[in-house]
């Protein structure tokens, strides 16, 4: 037994130093700023149900979803598409993956807006209503005709509905060359004017070239399971998406430029919303996408039809590590009011979403820490805007959040597929508080919600929110901000540049302090906000200047307002600055 | 011959085993087992012949013969020091499962064996059987709570066990207990920034810097904080004084590029960035920054061609994407 013990000084020494690391990655709520103490005045109550916006969208099986094409939903979109000063709301149904045998199939409906806090359901009478897999829309006025066209996409050939005035549309995507590929998902679409001819080009994102018989079941890989519950496959792992860009030709019909503008092969991505704005304040729309797990993409437009990406160089491809994030939705505005364009942008859960400041000449740098939005990474992302909620003069945020996974809700883990929306007050200096517990019960209620489209549906001078919520109707969410609040809402209109003057920059000065807000197609998720700009003017009486940044390059300035007017300038009826 | 071989024959096993370790600490290990094997044959149920000779065979780097006698040693005299070495043997041939199950055999018969805690702990941590090493490292801090590393064991534990909510409640008991530590201070900054709790973090990441100004992850941890706060100039020194302490440092070469570019201080963040670049050379980050320097210089064609590495290497590493930044956690 000596032996036994002789021997046994060296036993202990084993391996305590062989510890390794420790992960960072999943993202930590940050710790939240305190309170500001000043009350916030816009509060949302859910009034769909009395509004008549009562069709439920179907995307896939609610309870339980086999692909992830089950899983993204729908946008909206906002629009006044028969001219008389309400805005009205488009939804995108989707599908089911077994087909609809013994029912008729879900269609996108319209709904006309009476004016009244009510809508009428007129999809049958405009020629929209369109069954199929649709995913995004967005809006403008394709033939400079003074009405809006919608186009639709979906899994399979896209749809371009041309407004004929007459509070029909004509379904006109094959014969004007915009269909796309049959087999192709295609998710956003935006249009935009990138060669200054006056006439829309349309740019269109394709999430993935999807095929249900090719694509794994649930559960079958690591790119099929989430902590450990096997789930759809994907996004990793599927094959990539594409963009397409289709110029305009004065014959009306498009034609597919991607390769020679260099938007074909610029990356491997999933791409969601795509945006069309002047990101570098060189007077040209350039065009930034969201993307699913992937490099987002900036295309800057280098002025002579052709794009270059240059979404890393600029900051705005990942995260501040360099990390691919689940990109989702993307607002454009001005939070702190230095008129250059900034972004927001909308992410997967366990992640924060970004807040890109634009620095000046078009980059970026990833502010949401410092800015306090780090606070809710519990949620997945999805719909999202920079809007003054309030009228207070400084550009709000308002994200709504959903779950991909209904399963989760079955397994009863903290997460939930059903999640309530944010509100981030803007409380200038670059900071924001989340004031989502103030903000009424249309932003606690919990769906799970995708598209989201921003308008004064009641005219009210405040912004209300029309939301998809997946497998039911959408919601409509009324701001209830008390009277009083001073506010004046542009309305732009192109001569030389498009008609509907998407890429136009309006920049409102009141009370000593500028505001600046683009005119955008698609943005927020897969969506189409109102095209009249609102403006909160705080305790200004009265907006003082307003600068117009044209799509066609030129810059002009019109007088000033006072609140609650409703101004609409046209191109070349201002003066030079 | 005859006569050798019979007097052997006569002696007990006992016996035979005591001559073949003087043997082996004579340096002659082929007579020792062969003495061994005697012991076994004379007595199959000698208890030190069986276990020294595992050990005999565990030291001499054959543990897969030692098991079938540490094993047999273990059924005739179960005890805390044949668990021990059958754990070792196992350890080194890495079947973790039956290191553990061993292990724990011995922890049976020395239940506030502090070391061996420790020691399973890290063995469940390596087999990612993190909520048992936190578990045991929980026992261990009730045993000696006066002792800062087992705190950092089971800070790490329960960190690894995705329980970071009590990690960060053990970092706060860590610093309460021992102010003066610098580790404890360290541990805590670090929940609290993870946390987000952005002003406290930045305290207490002071304090550990004045109490060890040679532990760069204070330093580290410290100016990154004031980037992501924007607070680019402040945060220059910190980082500054952690690569000093740890130049292959990376993630601070990084957090230094990106307040040098957000100083306009460009060449400087160039410099930083090809350096951590050479230093963690499969990691995209250094390269997505490069890209995003050049641009800012106005060289669209190197930014291009940092941006197009950086594609590559995430493409051919998708595994150090994933991977966060780590730390290195020195729990001794």
Not at chain 2, 145 to 169: F, M
Not at chain 2, 177 to 194: C, D, I, V
Not at chain 2, 272 to 283: I, M, S, Y
Request: hydrophobic share 40%.
């Amino acid at each position: 037994m000596t032996a036994v013990s002789r021997c046994f000084c060296l036993l202990v020494a084993v391996s305590i130093a062989s510890a390794q690391g420790v992960a960072t990655r999943n993202a930590q709520a940050a710790a939240r700023g305190a309170p500001s103490g000043r009350p916030f005045l816009a509060t949302f109550t859910d009034e769909a149900a009395a509004a008549g916006l009562t069709a439920p969208i179907t995307v896939g099986n609610p309870d339980a979803k086999s692909y992830i094409i089950e899983a993204n939903g729908t946008g909206l979109a906002a629009l006044d598409f028969d001219n008389d000063g309400w805005v009205d709301l488009f939804v995108v149904n989707s599908s089911r993956l077994e087909g609809f045998p013994k029912s008729p199939a879900p269609v996108s409906r319209l709904y006309r807006n009476l004016g009244n806090r009510k809508f009428k359901d007129v999809t049958a009478s405009s020629g929209v209503g369109r069954a199929g897999w649709g995913n995004g829309v967005c809006a403008g006025d394709i033939d400079n005709d003074g009405d809006e066209d919608l186009y639709v996409t979906y899994w399979g050939p896209n749809s371009l509905f041309r407004n004929s005035g007459d509070g029909k549309f004509e379904e006109t995507a094959a014969a004007l060359g915009v269909a796309g590929p049959e087999k192709e998902w295609s998710s956003g679409c935006t249009f935009l004017d990138y060669d200054r001819d006056g006439r829309l080009d349309l740019f269109v994102t394709s999430y993935q070239r999807f095929d249900p018989a090719t694509t794994p079941p649930p559960g079958k890989s690591s790119n099929c399971e989430w902590k450990g519950m096997p789930v759809f496959c994907g996004p990793r792992g599927l094959p990539y998406g594409s963009a397409t860009l289709y110029h305009q030709r004065e014959s009306g019909v498009f034609e597919d430029v991607s390769k020679s503008a260099g938007i074909a092969g610029a990356g491997s991505f999933y791409a969601f919303t795509p945006i069309a704005a002047d990101l570098n304040g060189d007077g040209w729309t350039d065009i930034y996408f969201a993307s699913d797990s992937t490099p987002s993409m900036l295309f800057r437009n280098e002025k002579n039809g052709k794009f270059r990406e240059i979404g890393t160089e600029t900051g705005v491809a990942f995260n501040e590590h360099g990390f691919e994030q689940g990109g989702m939705g993307v607002g454009v505005g001005d939070y702190d009011r230095d008129g250059l364009l900034d972004l927001v942008k909308t992410n997967f859960a366990g992640d924060h979403p970004n807040l890109y400041r634009n620095s000046g000449g078009g980059i970026f740098e990833d502010a949401v820490l410092s800015a306090g939005l780090a606070v809710n990474p519990q949620y997945v992302g999805w719909g999202v805007a920079l809007v003054d909620l309030d009228n207070d003069g400084w550009q709000d945020i308002l994200q709504v959040n959903g779950h991909v996974y209904p399963e989760l809700d079955r397994e009863k883990r903290a997460e939930t597929y059903r999640q309530p929306r944010l509100v981030y007050r803007n409380l200038g200096g670059g900071k924001f508080e989340d004031v989502s517990t103030l903000a009424g019960p249309g932003i606690a209620a919990t769906h799970s919600s995708r598209g989201a489209a921003f308008a004064d549906f009641d005219n009210d001078g405040d912004i209300d929110v029309a939301v998809m919520n997946m497998g039911e109707p959408p919601s409509l969410l009324i701001n209830a901000l008390p009277p009083g609040s001073k506010w004046i809402k542009v309305m732009v209109q192109g001569v030389r540049s498009n008609r509907s003057a998407i890429g136009a920059v309006v920049t409102v000065e009141a009370g000593g302090s500028k505001q600046t807000l683009p005119v955008l197609s698609q943005s927020s998720f897969l969506s189409q906000s109102e095209s009249r700009l609102h403006f909160g003017l705080g305790s200004a009486a009265r907006a003082d200047r307003i600068l117009v940044r044209w799509p066609s390059g030129q810059m002009e300035q019109f007088p000033g307002a006072p609140a609650g007017s409703t101004l609409r300038l046209e191109e070349g009826g201002g003066s030079p600055p | 011959m005859t006569l050798l071989l019979a007097a052997l024959l006569m002696q007990s096993a006992a016996a035979l085993s005591e001559q073949a370790m003087a043997a082996a600490q004579n340096g002659n290990p082929i007579e020792a087992e062969r003495l061994w094997r005697a012991a076994i044959r004379a007595d199959p149920k000698s208890y030190p012949a069986l276990f020294n000779y595992g050990l005999f065979l565990h030291r001499g780097a054959r543990g897969g013969e030692a098991v079938e006698y540490l094993d047999r040693a273990a059924a005739l005299e179960p005890g805390y020091q044949v668990h021990l070495l059958r754990g070792m043997n196992f350890q080194k041939l890495d079947r973790r499962e039956d290191t553990i199950r061993a292990w724990r055999d011995a922890l049976a018969f020395q239940p506030r064996n502090l070391k061996l805690m420790q020691v399973l702990s890290i063995e469940y941590s390596k087999g990612r059987y993190f909520h048992e090493a936190a578990a045991i490292t929980r026992e261990a801090l009730k045993l000696q709570p006066d002792a800062e590393n087992l705190y950092l064991i089971a800070i790490k534990a329960h960190d690894d066990a995705g329980e970071e909510e009590q990690a960060a409640e053990l970092s706060a008991a860590a610093v309460a207990r021992f102010p003066s530590s610098a580790r404890a201070q360290f541990e805590h900054g670090f929940y609290l920034q993870k946390r987000g709790d952005t002003a406290q973090a930045l305290v207490h990441l002071s304090k550990a810097m004045e109490l060890d100004p040679r532990y760069e992850e204070s330093f580290f941890f410290y100016g990154d904080l004031l980037v992501k706060q924007g607070k680019w100039n402040e945060a220059l020194e910190p980082l500054k004084k952690s690569l000093a302490i740890r130049p292959e440092y990376s993630p601070a070469r990084v957090a230094l590029a990106r307040a040098l570019m957000n100083l306009n201080q460009l060449p400087a963040a160039v410099a930083e960035l090809e350096q951590a670049a050479k230093l963690d050379p499969h990691n995209a980050q250094p390269w997505v920054m490069l890209s995003q320097v050049y641009f800012r210089m106005g060289d669209e064609d190197r930014a291009r061609q940092a941006k197009e590495t950086s594609v590559r290497l995430r493409r051919e590493n998708p595994e150090v994407l994933e991977a966060a930044q780590a730390r290195p956690f020195p729990a001794n």
